[in-house]
């Protein structure tokens, strides 16, 4: 008796309904960002252009003992930095024959893969606006990614 053998061509792939993707920490700087005053990275919304005023630490010696402090004083170092943010956007696309092939939704797989580009690139971005130099005029090695991490 001859047993039957399904061609592989004919057989019917189960996948798991939920998929996986790679991790991504979320941002260890989250807990120090948000809307407040009082927290180190505050998020502007709603801005077209962001004014931050600064000010320079003292660099005085200051006085000692009994010396006169009245006319020893130092004049306090300010300056503002501008930021217009913008918008950084990405997107997946399907065509609809593709769409119809596999057995997991492309679509809903999408979504987490948007949101964790979205907080790599603002990491990325508040990285390098931490390391932003003030050369006494402008900020260098700052190009528009201080703007853009209150943004995305």
Do not use: C
């Amino acid at each position: 008796m001859a047993n039957t053998t399904v061609s592989s061509d004919l057989r019917v792939t189960k996948y798991l309904a939920e998929f996986f993707q790679e991790y991504v920490r979320n941002s260890r700087f989250s807990r120090y960002t948000g809307m407040g005053s009082n927290n180190v990275i505050t998020i502007k919304e709603g801005r077209k252009q962001i004014e931050i005023p600064l000010v320079t630490r003292l660099k005085g010696n200051g006085v000692t003992g009994s010396a006169t402090l009245r006319g020893n004083g130092e004049a306090v170092g300010n300056y503002g930095l501008t930021l217009s943010p913008t918008y950084y956007r990405h997107a997946v696309e399907f065509d609809k024959e593709e769409m119809e092939k596999p057995a997991i939704d492309l679509m809903q797989a999408a979504k987490p893969l948007l949101m964790d580009w979205a907080k790599e690139l603002q990491r990325d971005h508040i990285i390098e606006g931490m390391g932003a130099i003030y050369d006494g005029t402008t900020y260098a090695n700052l190009g528009d990614s201080a703007a853009a991490a209150n943004d995305t």
